[in-house]
Structure formats: C-alpha cells, structure tokens
C-alpha cells in the first residue's frame, strides 16, 4: 500500500487546476480541527481518487481533469471545500456535518454525478472516508486513515466509497438504502395511515383523532415513523411525506363525516421542516379546499422543541395557520423549555403533556406533581389539556382527579389503519371509562 501522508502536507505543487491544493486545505482542515474540537462537532473528510481503468498508475489529461472539476464543484454546496492534490485525487472537507451517515449522501451525489463522464474516459473512482474525531484528531491521522480506506475501496473493485470504521459503513449503507426505498414509498402507495382515539375524560366521547404514520416497506415490514421520520427530514423528504399525510388524513376525516359518523377533529403531526416551511398556511388551506373538510375539524401538532427553537418565527407561522381556522396544539408538552409567557402569546388551544410524565403517574410524585402543574397552568391559560400514553385504569383515576380534559393511549385503543379504528367507533362512543 502506498502511503501518501507525508506527500499530503508538502507544501509545494503545480496547480493543474483552479481548485486549492494542499497548503489551502490543510489550513482548513486545521481550523476545522479546532472549531470541532470547542464546538464538539463532527466533520468528514472524503479523499477522491480518478484513475485510468487500464493502468492505475497512468496520468489523467488535463480537459479530462477540468471536465471532472467541473463536475465535482457544481455537485458541491458552496460551503464544502474541494481542492486538487495532484492528478487524479482530489479531497473533500464537509464541516458540520449532523452525523457521519451523512457523508454517504454527498459521496453517492458525487458517484451518480461522474457516472457517465468516467465510462466515457475509461476511468474509475473511489472515495475514503475519514471522520473526526473518530477515525483521528490529527490532521495526519484524519489524512493517513482516508488514504488507507481509499486503497480499500479500490481494491474492493472501484467506483464505491468507504468509511474507515466499519460500523459506520454499514450504518452509512443501510440509511442510503432506506432512503431510496423512502424516495419510492409514496409512487409505490406503502404509507399508510393509523389512527389513534383522544377520549373526553368527563364525557367520555370521542374528542378527536390523532393520524399516525406508518410505513409498510416491502422487506422490512410495517415501520414506525422513529425509524424513518428522521431521515425524511434530514433529506428534505419530509415535505412530500407530510403532504401526503395532510391530503390522507383530511380525506379520512371526511369520507367518515358523509358516511355519518360523529364530528370530530383529525390531528397530525407536523414536522419542524414542515412548520418553518414558508408557504405552510397555503398548503394547509389548499388541501382543505380540496378535500372539502371544514378547517374545524383538522388539528396540528406542533413540537414544543419546534416553537421554541424560534419564538418570534413560530408566533408568526401559528397565527397564519390559525387563521385559516385550525385547530393548534403543543405536543410532546414538557419534554423541552417552554417559557410560560411564549406559551401565552401562542394561538394554541391544546397542549398534550409528553408521556415521558404520565408513565410515572401516580406512583411517582414528582412525575405526578409535574402533571398537575401542568394542567394548572393551561386551565389558567385557557388551555385544554391532554394526557399522553395512558395505558392503566390508575392513570385514568388520577388524571381525572386532577382535571385533566383528555386521555390518549393503549388504555383506550392502540393506534390502527382506518378500516380497524372505525370498528372502535361505536364501541368508543358508548363507553364507560372505568
Ligand atoms: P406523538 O405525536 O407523540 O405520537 C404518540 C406516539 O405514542 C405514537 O407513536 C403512538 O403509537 C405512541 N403511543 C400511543 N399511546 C401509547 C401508550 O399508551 N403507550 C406508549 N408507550 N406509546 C403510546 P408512533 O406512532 O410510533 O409515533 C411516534 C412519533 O412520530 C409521534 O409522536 C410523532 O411525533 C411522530 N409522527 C407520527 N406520525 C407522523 C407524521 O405523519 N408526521 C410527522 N412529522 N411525525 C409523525
Ligand atoms: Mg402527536
């Protein structure tokens, strides 16, 4: 294996093309070192290498060289910095990156954009990846275990990209894989809708309906959204995902008013994406336009981390889906920092307290302490409250001791797919809570 960390930090070259060499980004990689080490951040480093097919060892032309540049830095973001080390290899540096599987998305780019130029060149590529801090802390641990893993993805057959800890490949493989599969889960109809019922604790009625989305992948089976939300929303996903929600759940709620069931709302969950979006409002009222579902009858959640990442932001977002006539809640209530006097200036009706709390309810006196003041505090506020992941006949009791407006969890139903929750229905309607 040749070994390439002392050529990295020489000094001198000649530049074949307009990209910086090695003494411009060794200087940003020392920087990025320290801004990741204060901030505890994460960054990765992909070393690029092009070669001959025929001959590895064979120099690549100059035209070939720009043409590849060319491609390289217009799949980039600005912020990502591409140099030159010398023929074909080229290196990478993207800072700030949320996790290292992210790498993998910008290294498949960087695969699909150069596919077509390197079967006309003849040539090959292959990408190590290094990560810090925990493939190295150094900038010559950081270079020296992206050349080694760039020889292994070579060896490997080319035309492919590696990280250096294996687990991270693997992890880095399976969410590319989930996220092709994402991409096609609307066009190949595998979203599905459950339903969870919220009961009126004093009236015992069905309060509203809370849509939850599942996602019924060919070899994995049914999916829970913690398993694919998160990736939804790292790629931008998430849009088409919510807006497919959005049409289905309202379409749901309105085909079960015309077939002459009790009014209720459908709520759904709107993602941070989602709510900063900024022409949201718009949407909404579209697809209630179009689905022909009075606004009444549509709830949102809205995360309490989501609203308080941006108080001014949200205030303003909230007001406009307010004003198309929604209904607005605060969910997962108490999991974050929800300034009370924020809480009062929002156009929310609900708040829903995180189940995190009701789990210790009543055995636990702090979880339950917690619990009431909250319900204090939105009665004050005018606010309606609802109990989250009640799943036992004490937590009922209790809640109702203290109040609380409304239950949701397995205690009253698991969520289901439309055509199960309707058998609920009737059943729900009738029902005594204890
Ligand atoms: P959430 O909005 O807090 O939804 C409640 C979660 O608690 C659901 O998990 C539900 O199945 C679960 N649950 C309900 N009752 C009980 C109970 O008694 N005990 C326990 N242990 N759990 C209970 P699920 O469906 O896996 O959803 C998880 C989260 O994913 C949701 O939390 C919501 O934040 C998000 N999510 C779900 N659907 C969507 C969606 O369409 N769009 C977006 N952006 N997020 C969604
Ligand atoms: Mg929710």
């Not at 390289?72 to 599987?101: N, V, Y």
């Not at 019924?216 to 694919?228: R, S």
């Not at 709302?265 to 336009?289: C, E, G, M, R, W």
Request: glycine share 4%; proline share 4%; aromatic share 8%.
């Amino acid at each position: 294996m040749k070994t390439k960390t002392k050529k990295f930090i020489k000094t001198e070259m000649k530049q074949l093309t307009e990209l910086p060499g090695h003494v411009l980004f060794n200087d940003a990689l020392n920087k990025a070192i320290s801004h990741a080490k204060r901030h505890r951040k994460i960054f990765a480093v992909l070393l690029i290498d092009f070669y001959t097919l025929q001959d590895v060892h064979l120099p690549i032309e100059n035209n070939v060289l720009n043409k590849i540049e060319t491609l390289l830095t217009s799949t980039l973001r600005t912020e990502d910095l591409l140099a030159h080390f010398e023929d074909g290899e080229f290196i990478l540096l993207l800072t700030d990156i949320k996790k290292p599987k992210f790498a993998s998305i910008v290294a498949e780019k960087l695969l699909q954009a150069c596919e077509t130029s390197m079967k006309d060149f003849s040539l090959a590529m292959s990408m190590g990846i290094s990560i810090y801090p925990d493939d190295g802390l150094s900038l010559e641990d950081i270079l020296k275990n992206a050349d080694a893993t760039l020889y292994k993805a070579k060896q490997a057959g080319g035309n492919q990209y590696q990280f250096h800890t294996p687990e991270m490949d693997v992890e880095a493989r399976e969410f590319i894989k989930l996220e092709n599969d994402l991409k096609n889960a609307i066009p190949n109809n595998q979203l599905i809708l459950y339903y969870q019922p919220k009961l009126h604790i004093k009236k015992g009625n069905i309060a509203g309906i809370e849509a939850l989305l599942r996602w019924a992948h060919p070899t994995l089976g049914i999916l829970n959204p913690a398993e694919f939300i998160s990736i939804a929303e790292d790629t931008g996903l998430i849009l088409q995902l919510g807006e497919w929600v959005l049409r289905e759940a309202c379409k749901t709620n309105k085909y079960w008013q015309n077939e002459g069931y009790e009014h209720f709302t459908v709520a759904l969950n709107l993602s941070p994406k989602q709510f900063q979006h900024p022409d949201i409002a718009k949407k909404i009222a579209a697809i209630l336009k179009e689905t022909e579902l009075n606004p009444q009858y549509l709830e949102l959640e809205i995360g309490e981390s989501t609203v308080m990442s941006d108080v001014e932001f949200a205030k303003n977002q909230l007001e406009a889906i307010k004003s198309i006539g929604v209904q607005l809640s605060i969910d997962h209530f108490g999991a974050g920092y929800t300034s009370i006097s924020h809480l009062k200036q929002f156009p929310i009706s609900t708040i829903k307290i995180d189940q995190n709390y009701i789990k210790g309810v009543p055995n636990n006196p702090d979880d339950s302490a917690i619990t009431n003041a909250f319900i204090g505090l939105a009665h004050h506020l005018g606010l309606q409250v609802v109990a989250e992941g009640v799943e036992t006949v004490e937590q009922v009791q209790y809640l109702t001791t203290q109040n609380c407006d409304m239950i949701q969890g397995y205690f009253i139903s698991h969520p289901l797919p439309a055509e199960k929750i309707v058998m609920q229905f009737k059943k729900l309607m009738d029902r005594a809570l204890f």
